[in-house]
């Protein structure tokens, strides 16, 4: 079981580089999330999405664009990364209905933009 | 999106049951509560979520107060393995899962 799965695990980027984070998930999920982590803080939604073709803004958008390919894959992307974006990357599944269901959680992609 | 509030940090010894609280007193009807964890330097799991009544499952217990105001979640028998954030997170009907500061668990030998 794979469950969710994010790469990379690693990136370096210089400030102006664009990049996508990559997501999958194998349970057949109709919502997938983005999060990102700063040290010693919790979580912050960035966008989420309930279903194929649909995405929604989260807490913290601005500086990222989204795609969900398909009901599998669930895209991050920095067009421009800045120091600001140094973080870790959480993607998470649930099916639908998400209130009675649990949220699966990728193992985090460690994002640092010099 | 329902705030809850939480302790910053609790303590705990080996073996000795964990009662972590969470305040919820804007909760609405059809919310549910749910609870994760985070270990150090892993993805958030989950750990349990109910509605009204209390739940048990093989990694903890959820006790739920009658006005849904509150909630405690109850680690019978700490280990070391337990030290982690734990979340309490109020699930509503837009999909969104919101995360708060947690409560960060010290447990020791």
């Known amino acids: 079981n794979a469950g969710v799965t994010q790469t990379p695990k690693f990136q370096v980027l210089k400030t102006g580089q664009s990049m996508t984070l990559q997501c999958a998930q194998d349970?057949?999920?109709?919502?997938m999330y983005w999060y990102r982590q700063d040290p010693g803080m919790g979580l912050r939604l960035i966008y989420y999405s309930a279903s194929e073709g649909t995405t929604d803004k989260g807490e913290v958008p601005n500086g990222y664009n989204v795609s969900r390919l398909n009901k599998r894959e669930f895209s991050l992307r920095l067009e421009s990364a800045a120091p600001s974006q140094t973080s870790v990357y959480f993607c998470?599944?649930?099916?639908?209905?998400?209130?009675?269901?649990?949220?699966?959680f990728g193992q985090g992609t460690r994002l640092t933009v010099v | 999106d329902a705030k809850t509030t939480q302790p910053n940090s609790m303590e705990s010894n080996e073996e000795e049951p964990v009662h972590l609280p969470c305040n919820h007193s804007t909760i609405s009807g059809t919310d549910y509560i749910h609870w994760y964890r985070q270990l150090p330097s892993q993805g958030p799991e989950y750990v349990i979520h109910?509605?009204?009544s209390n739940v048990n499952n093989r990694m903890a217990s959820l006790a739920i107060a009658e006005d849904r105001k509150s909630s405690t979640l109850i680690l019978h028998r700490a280990t070391l393995r337990d030290a982690a954030v734990y979340y309490c997170i109020l699930r509503d009907d837009t999909d969104k899962l919101i995360f708060g500061t947690g409560t960060r668990l010290q447990v020791f030998p």
């Open positions: 998470a599944s649930s099916d639908r209905g998400g209130r009675n269901t649990e949220a699966f």
């Open positions: 109910g509605l009204t």
């Open positions: 349970m057949n999920h109709n919502s």
